[in-house]
Structures are given as C-alpha cells and as structure tokens.
Antibody, heavy 117, light 110 residues
C-alpha cells in the first residue's frame, strides 16, 4: 500500500524545537520530491517546504525560512522537518505530501503540533 | 505577496452542477501554474482530485473536471452528491519549488 505516515508532533513551548518525521512505503521514495504542508486549526492549507529526491534543492515558505529545516534519508525512506524557534502561529497539523506533476498526489494523515506556554 | 483567491463558500443542489474558481490577486491563472485541486472533509487529510489543470487523479470520478475559465482555474462538479460536501482547495505552482494555496471553498450540498 502506498502511504506516508507522520510522527513527532506534540506540545512545545514558544521558542522551543520539535522534529517531525514522515515514513514512506509502497513507492520508490528515493525518486520522489516531497513536501511539508500545514493547516492551522480552522484555517486553510499552507505549503511549508519542498525537497528534491536527491536533497540537491530545497525551498521554504517565507513564514518558516531560517527556522525550519527539511531533510530526508532515502536509505530509511524517511522525510524530516526540524522546527526551531517555534511560535504560536506554527500551531497546526503538519502533513507530508509527495510531489507529482507540480502537485501533491499522496498525503499522510498528519501530525499535530501545538505551540503554547 | 501572491494571493490565490477562491470563493469562501458555495452551495449546490443535489444533482446540480457547480464551478469553483481559483484566481490570482494580480494576473491571470494559466496552465503554466499547473493548477491542482484537493478535497478535504473535517478531520481528514486532503484528497487529490485534479492536477496539471485538468488531469484527474486515480479513482476520482469523472464528474469532477478541471479547466481554465477566463483568467482563472476552475473545478466543476457535475451531478453533485451529498458526500461532495467538503472544503476544496486549489494550489498554484509559482515556479522555483514554491506553491501557494488558495484559502479554500466550503461547498454545501442542499
């Protein structure tokens, strides 16, 4: 079965750090670009970051640039998001999503990150 | 700051046809933006409906179709069903590995 499974979410204080993981299965992960997309409670979707299959190119939304770091380990079929200097406005469900034809075709179920004191 | 615009809400009668649109605050949407569409129900992950303007994702029924209408991307649902009641999001590829989502349209079927 083709799937992405996120983990690592939780409650963290403002200014803190958290590392999210996304485990891929059922497809050739090492050939796929992947993204992080988030959704604040009651709000719409927001693209966060993209990494190419070989990690050669990485992009970030302005809202997270300099604070978040995307990475991957193709040997482990895994994607990561290191989140530092977290703010209240980073509270959201974080989804990983495979890039396909300049779109997102496979989505994980999401992991909740809550930034609160 | 690029803003992708969608109708905040829309309603359609069961069996009816509805067209949701996806525009730009400045400029026109073309196929060069590779518009794609996603359906999301509360508490669930998004589901991919359409990519590259008008290509249906696997297992998506053909009553969902995508197009460019005037200066906007469009998602048309023909023969709306009760379980089409969802939030619908478009996203545009801005180039250089950057995507921008629209604010979403809440579709009511009644």
């Amino acid at each position: 079965e083709v799937q992405l499974v996120e983990s690592g979410g939780g409650l963290v204080q403002p200014g803190g750090s958290l590392r999210l993981s996304c485990a891929a299965s059922g497809f050739t992960f090492s050939s796929s670009g992947v993204n992080w997309v988030r959704q604040a409670p009651g709000k719409g979707l927001e693209w966060v970051s993209y990494i190419t299959s070989s990690s050669s190119t990485i992009y970030y939304a302005d809202s997270v640039k300099g604070r978040f770091t995307i990475s991957r380990d193709n040997a482990k079929n895994s994607l990561y998001l290191q989140m530092n200097s977290l703010r209240d406005e980073d509270t959201a469900v974080y989804y990983c999503a495979r890039a396909f034809q300049k779109a997102f075709d496979i989505w994980g179920q999401g992991t909740m990150v809550t930034v609160s004191s | 700051q690029t803003v992708v615009t969608q109708e905040p809400s829309f309603s359609v009668s069961p069996g009816g046809t509805v067209t949701l649109t996806c525009g730009l605050s400045s400029g026109s949407v073309s196929t060069s933006y590779y518009p794609s569409w996603y359906q999301q129900t509360p508490g669930q992950a998004p589901r991919t409906l359409i990519y590259s303007t008008n290509t249906r994702s696997s297992a998506v029924p053909d009553r969902f179709s995508g197009s460019i209408l005037g200066n906007k991307a469009a998602l048309t649902i023909t023969g709306a069903q009760a379980d089409d009641e969802s939030d619908y999001y478009c996203v545009l590829y801005m180039g250089s590995g950057i995507w921008v989502f629209g604010g979403g349209t809440k579709l009511t079927v009644l």
